[in-house]
T-cell receptor, first 114, second 112 residues
Framework: DTEVTQTPKHLVMGMTNKKSLKCEQH?????MYWYKQKAKKPPELMFV???????INESVPSRFSPECPNSSLLNLHLHALQPEDSALYLC?????????????FGNGTRLTVT | GIQVEQSPPDLILQEGANSTLRCNFS?????LQWFHQNPWGQLINLFY???GTKQNGRLSATTVATERYSLLYISSSQTTDSGVYFC??????????????FGTGTRLQVTL
């Protein structure tokens, strides 16, 4: 069982819709991440929150808007997405920076943009 | 930035066989992690291994940071080992501690 919980598991949305992905962890981790993964590719880092503050934005388009309401929760707000944004979106957490402590992933949200 | 290459890209094994997966990286690292992604997309952290050797059941990993490679050994493979194996590294030249670079992955299929 994963200790990082993501909802929903699957999401289908139109290009004009607004939706949100949610992620929760109760391991006391202070770093949380959003990754995007296309088929047959490795995960690509999108955002990092450290101590509830955005520390890394990998030049992600503004139609993706992250939010960290508290140390256990991470959201990704989606608006006006394009079909090429269809992918597996993975949330992860770590006790310190992911470069120096183990990274724990959620099960992901499989997003389809129609 | 750091380059991370994994080999082989694809591997088919019969159940019970052993295998070695390799991860080469182009710069000095202070951390390396191995992950298994199952066919349903779940990514599991197998090892956190900046150097040395670790074992966990049928799996073991060795990282030789000075020579810029890591190996993942799978013994007595089972069909549940199928999926994609990624290594991910943190370069000491990365300005932030939070940025892992993932390798290209090895896709493993274990058959009966």
């Amino acid at each position: 069982d994963t200790e990082v919980t993501q909802t929903p598991k699957h999401l289908v949305m139109g290009m004009t819709n607004k939706k949100s992905l949610k992620c929760e962890q109760h391991m006391g981790h202070r770093a949380m991440y959003w990754y995007k993964q296309k088929a047959k590719k490795p995960p690509e880092l999108m955002f990092v929150y450290s101590y509830e503050k955005l520390s890394i934005n990998e030049s992600v388009p503004s139609r993706f808007s992250p939010e960290c309401p508290n140390s256990s929760l991470l959201n990704l707000h989606l608006h006006a997405l394009q079909p090429e944004d269809s992918a597996l979106y993975l949330c992860a957490s770590s006790s310190l920076g992911g470069g120096i402590s183990p990274l724990h992933f959620g099960n992901g949200t499989r997003l389809t943009v129609t | 930035g750091i380059q991370v290459e994994q080999s082989p890209p694809d591997l088919i094994l019969q159940e019970g066989a052993n295998s070695t997966l390799r991860c080469n990286f182009s710069d000095s690292v202070n951390n390396l992690q191995w992950f298994h992604q199952n066919p349903w997309g779940q990514l599991i952290n197998l090892f956190y291994i900046p150097s040395g050797t670790k074992q966990n059941g049928r799996l073991s990993a060795t990282t030789v940071a000075t020579e810029r490679y890591s190996l993942l050994y799978i013994s007595s493979s089972q069909t549940t080992d199928s999926g994609v194996y990624f290594c991910a590294v943190h370069s000491i030249n990365t300005g932030t501690a939070s940025k892992l670079t993932f390798g290209t992955g090895t896709r493993l299929q274990v058959t009966l």
